[in-house]
């Protein structure tokens, strides 16, 4: 017999009721605050684990308040979502898409130590090339942090809030949720305060500063956390899209007025005429350059123009390409933002090859990398080439145990060759690939160690780059001797230089030393010369940078040198010489300035130091409104 339920008052009923609702309110909210939590640990992690959170205080407002304005604007708006099984899938593919982005971000953070922008993610492509690279970093705590990550998703996902009895009144607390979050981001500004004036030093290193130009992608991930980053990063390039550019154009021409007109000089003109042959060295560090490594560089370094005092600043992100950009424009990419796709309508008539051209050249590149790899297809062209050749696109007609990933790929090519040194003028760009990372048990260092077993003696990671870094010096041989067996040598030029420093070594401490051994403890130092047979070896040690080789170039080669170039002529006596590098920091003479703190000074007065400071902030701007402003169109 089933006992009949009790009776109860109206009173009783309503207590009830009320406490139902509570219950029901409360339960939404809990599950409204996990949704907050579970957006908001992607932020803590990715702080956390590249140690950025380490650099400003823990409880400094700004980064956490846009963080926890974000997640409570992300998890109200899947909530907004009528039906809750949609509302869950929403919530699983912007948690997802935040964990991916977190992700890519640490990746790429253990690779090049610094976070990337959002143009950057149109090169994955390029990014998969370390990934062997970035797997050597996953251990048993990275894995159970990940999962851990994924957990809190799932428990988003499963503890997703139910929809309370009164949905109106539920929408309108939550649509009030995700204004008061919008508005806190709109007011993400003006939580860094003003700045007192453009011009001012202490503004460029500022928060203030960092977020109205949004330049250093570290400095920028510090003050925003990941989620108003990627916003800001958005804002920032759609900014650069739609922006008027007159006034841009005006500041541009006044700063190249102010730039003293190029002379000559006794080095004007002395190769005029000859062939050449421009080398890219991939991750060829100065000191690797030596008689046991690699002779036949050593050798035609010695005996060229040799500046060792050279210096490839890392701008922005996809470091090859960035470098390859400046070198062959004699102009710097963004300082916030990857250029290979966004420039490959913009004019550069003085770009080398252009200018090449012009003297009745043919102009042709060359690598192993596919043309979609960082854009090179189209920007190649953009740069003045005729055709970006893949080594892919022309195998080898006989079974040959060389790789296009190795660099004797290339003068082993019968077709390639004769593309690379067929008319009678040439300019050729080629970039090497061979000493690229890994340098462990990749299938190339493997290979390489095999044919150079000398290097085993140096440890497994570092007897892999001395391998593979031999199979470029081999390349070089092997051109020399072709060259000279066709008769062509004597009418050749060789201007090499690296794409930038060893980073793809791991031990760091074994990188500084190598470098200080070198003669610099800024591991951005790398070797850049010009050899041709003849060449009596000069050593130049003014302070350079990657952007001063075009207009070097063009002088040796009697070319008239543009003013409006923002790299000079080494050998121009006038030129005192400097490398500037991102994020405030530049070096002069003896005198090095990083972040905008004096690291050593050798003469410089304070007030010159704070004169270079700003002619550095300045420099910054005018670079990227050259860009901005598709300067060079029609001039």
């Avoid at 040194?421 to 080629?430: D, I, L, M, N, Q």
């Avoid at 009596?536 to 040198?561: I, Q, R, S, W, Y």
Wanted: hydrophobic share 40%; with cysteine; charged share 20%.
């Amino acid at each position: 017999m089933v006992n009949p339920k009790p009776f109860e008052s109206n009173e009783d009923m309503i207590m009830n009721q009320t406490k139902n609702r509570a219950a029901g309110w409360l339960s939404v909210l809990v599950r409204q605050l996990l949704l907050v939590l579970t957006f908001v640990s992607l932020d803590l992690w990715l702080r956390y684990k590249t140690q950025a959170i380490g650099l400003y205080d823990i409880a400094e407002l700004a980064p956490n308040l846009l963080t926890l304005f974000w997640a409570v604007l992300l998890s109200t708006l899947v909530t907004l979502i009528p039906s809750r099984k949609w509302g869950r899938i929403a919530y699983g593919v912007v948690y997802g898409f935040y964990f991916i982005y977190t992700l890519v971000q640490y990746g790429v953070y253990l690779v090049l130590d610094r976070f990337v922008y959002v143009t950057d993610l149109v090169l994955a492509g390029e990014g998969a090339d370390y990934a062997d690279y970035v797997l050597e970093f996953i251990t048993p705590g990275l894995i159970v942090q990940l999962l851990t990550l994924i957990g809190f998703g799932v428990l988003g996902v499963v503890f997703f809030p139910k929809k309370p009895q009164a949905p109106k009144k539920a929408m309108l607390v939550r649509g009030m949720a995700a204004l008061l979050a919008v508005l806190g981001i709109s007011q993400a500004g003006s939580l860094y305060g003003e700045l007192a004036g453009e011009n001012v030093w202490d503004n460029f290193q500022s928060p203030a500063f960092e977020y109205k130009r949004f330049v250093s992608p570290n400095f920028g991930m510090q003050i925003t956390g990941v989620y108003h980053f990627l916003c800001r990063d958005i804002q920032v390039q759609l900014g650069r899209a739609f922006n008027d550019t007159t006034e841009l154009s005006a500041e541009i021409d006044a700063y190249f007025e102010e730039k003293p007109d190029h002379l000559g000089n006794e080095y004007t003109g002395i190769l005029e005429g000859k062939n050449v042959i421009a080398v890219m060295l991939e991750s060829i560090d100065d000191w690797m350059i030596t008689p046991e490594v690699m002779p036949t560089l050593h050798q035609m370094m010695t005996e060229g123009i040799n500046f060792t005092n050279h210096y490839t600043p890392d701008y922005a992100s996809g470091y090859t390409f960035n470098t390859e950009f400046a070198f062959n424009l004699g102009v710097y990419p963004y300082s916030n933002g990857n250029v290979s796709y966004a420039l490959t309508r913009s004019a550069f008539p003085h770009s080398i090859a252009n200018m090449f051209v012009e003297e009745g050249y043919t102009a042709n590149s060359f690598h192993e990398g596919e043309p979609d790899f960082y854009n090179r297809g189209p920007m190649h062209t953009a740069f003045g080439f005729e055709i970006y050749h893949c080594y892919r696109d022309y195998p080898i007609a006989v079974e040959s145990v060389y790789s296009v990933h190795d660099d004797t790929f290339l003068p082993r090519n019968d077709t390639l060759w004769e593309i690379m040194t067929g008319p009678e003028k040439f300019y050729s760009f080629v970039i090497t690939y061979s000493a690229h990372l890994p340098y462990a048990q990749d299938e190339l260092s493997v290979w390489a160690r095999r044919q150079f077993p000398e290097y085993n003696d140096y440890g497994e990671e570092l007897s892999g780059l001395y391998a593979k870094a031999r199979l470029t010096d081999e390349m070089f041989r092997l051109m020399l001797e072709r060259l000279e067996a066709e008769g062509k040598l004597e009418n050749t030029v060789f201007v090499c230089y690296g794409d930038h420093y060893a980073y793809g070594v791991q031990d760091l401490e074994l990188l500084q030393q190598k470098s200080e051994e070198a003669g610099s403890s800024i591991l951005e130092k790398t070797p850049a010369f010009i050899w041709w047979p003849g060449s009596e070896g000069v050593t130049v040690d003014k302070v350079c940078h990657t952007v001063d080789l075009a207009p070097t170039v063009m002088n040796l080669f009697g070319m008239e040198v543009p003013k409006n170039l923002m790299g000079s002529d080494i050998l121009d006596d006038s030129y005192e010489g400097y490398a500037i590098f991102p994020y405030t920091t530049w070096i002069k003479g003896g005198t090095y300035v990083q972040y905008g703190e004096v690291q050593w000074n050798d003469g410089m007065t304070d007030e010159e130091i704070q004169q270079m400071n700003a002619f550095v902030q300045r420099y910054y701007y005018i670079n990227d409104s050259i860009l901005e402003a598709d300067y060079y169109a029609g001039k």
